[in-house]
């Protein structure tokens, strides 16, 4: 629905809408590079380049609210504090709306209307945020005197002028490259001019006296000249390679080379290590406030971790129980199986005549038994008293022979 809103409103103020945002965006660019903001600004937070629609929201373009609603912030503050006015510069962690709201208050004092809801700036992008960052930078320019004046077009110049100096320029760029060029054939080696015939031709010359007066020169004909004579005016010096002065040159050129190149990579050495310094502090500092932000659910999660440990415990008991009940129950179980196999067996047997039959067998032999248990027990019987009666009749005997001495004893 929002989107269809936006479609709206674009579609009533023209075609041309959609892309207002752009060329407002470059505009802003343009003025606050004239602040100087990359090194007020970006150097001081190491924050990289803005592109030339990085605040225009559009499908088209890679957008992070985050990071663009923190650049507008800190836009929007260093440009409050060059117009002139105090405002402390945001953080990255702090409220957006206390900050968009703050924004939009030095705004309205600084004699801007805003018609907008300050939702509107909460997203880092868009028309909005480009129009509240122009109007900042107009009220910082406007501070420094700064004015952007109409642009001074060059005069256009005749064509036979521009035709001659891009022939000049042809034919200078043309001597160079050939005198750059190093003859590679021994027919253009003979072409090649001797440095002592030289001397000694510019030594018979005719001098021309004073008074003389000067040839008459065509233009046209110097250049077709010079052009014919042009592979002939090569000079070339011929070395020795085993002079000790070109080897003491080409160590001093290397020597240059490598302290040069060794004091630039110096630099970009020390650059890269400031920055990785720099990134490791920010990188610290965010571990810690991401710490201290989630110092409560780390505790949490310590509680609830200690909580799992002390069930894990009471299920590891509860298992240990269970584990003893389920051997009583298979002993149980065992226990039962026999039980009913007996059942089935007494069943089995009341049912069948086998067992009577069984019993009256044991009944007769059971007698047979007592009845030589009688028969033996008469027996025993008999022997016993025959056993006593022999004892007896010993006694007396015994008792009678004791008796006799004493009486003859006594008759004496």
Same mark, same amino acid.
């Given at each position: ?32 590079? =004239?602040?100087?903001? %990359?090194?007020? $600004?970006? +150097? ?5 380049? /803005? #592109? *030339? ?102 005069? =256009?110049?005749?064509? %036979?002028?521009? $035709?001659? +100096? ?5 034919? /200078? #760029? *043309? ?111 965010? +571990? ?5 932000? /989630? ?118």
């Amino acid at each position: 629905m929002a989107d269809e809103g936006r479609r709206g409103e674009e579609e009533d103020r023209g075609p041309g809408a959609a892309y207002q945002a752009f060329t407002g965006m470059e505009v802003l660019l343009e003025k606050l590079k =004239e602040l100087n903001y %990359e090194q007020e $600004v970006l +150097e001081k937070h190491h924050m990289k380049h /803005l #592109s *030339r629609h990085y605040f225009v929201s559009s499908p088209f373009l890679e957008s992070n609210p985050g990071e663009q609603f923190y650049m507008f912030t800190i836009l929007a503050a260093w440009l409050i504090s060059a117009a002139g006015r105090t405002f402390t510069e945001p953080q990255e962690y702090d409220e957006p709306n206390a900050t968009v709201s703050n924004v939009l208050a030095e705004l309205r004092a600084s004699g801007v209307k805003v018609d907008f809801p300050p939702s509107r700036l909460k997203s880092g992008s868009g028309e909005h945020v480009c129009f509240v960052l122009d109007q900042l930078a107009e009220a910082a320019l406007r501070r420094r005197r700064f004015s952007f004046r109409r642009p001074a077009y060059p005069t =256009e110049t005749t064509e %036979e002028e521009s $035709v001659m +100096e891009d022939d000049a320029e042809l034919t /200078l #760029s *043309r001597v160079e490259e050939e005198l750059i060029e190093e003859p590679d054939d021994e027919d253009e080696e003979e072409n090649l001019i001797d440095l002592e015939a030289l001397k000694v031709r510019t030594s018979q010359a005719v001098v021309l006296p004073a008074d003389a007066p000067p040839p008459a020169i065509d233009a046209a004909e110097w250049s077709l000249e010079v052009e014919r004579v042009l592979p002939q005016l090569k000079v070339a010096v011929r070395t020795d390679t085993k002079d000790w002065r070109i080897h003491m040159d080409q160590m001093h050129q290397h020597e240059d080379g490598i302290k040069s190149s060794l004091h630039e990579t110096k630099n970009y050495l020390d650059k890269l290590q400031e920055n990785i310094r720099k990134s490791l502090e920010k990188v610290s500092s965010r +571990e810690k406030y991401i710490n201290h932000q /989630l110092e409560h659910l780390i505790q949490e999660y310590r509680s609830a971790h200690a909580k799992q440990s002390q069930a894990k415990e009471r299920y590891q008991e509860a298992s240990g129980g269970v584990a003893e009940r389920t051997r009583v129950l298979a002993e149980v179980s065992d226990e039962l199986e026999k039980l009913k196999q007996e059942m089935e067996e007494k069943g089995s047997s009341m049912s069948d005549g086998a067992p009577v039959v069984k019993i009256k067998q044991s009944l007769t032999k059971l007698k047979q038994e007592i009845a030589q248990m009688d028969v033996r027990m008469g027996v025993i019987q008999h022997t016993l008293l025959q056993a006593k009666l022999k004892e007896k009749s010993n006694m007396t005997r015994d008792m009678h022979a004791s008796s006799t001495p004493e009486f003859s004893s006594m008759l004496l």
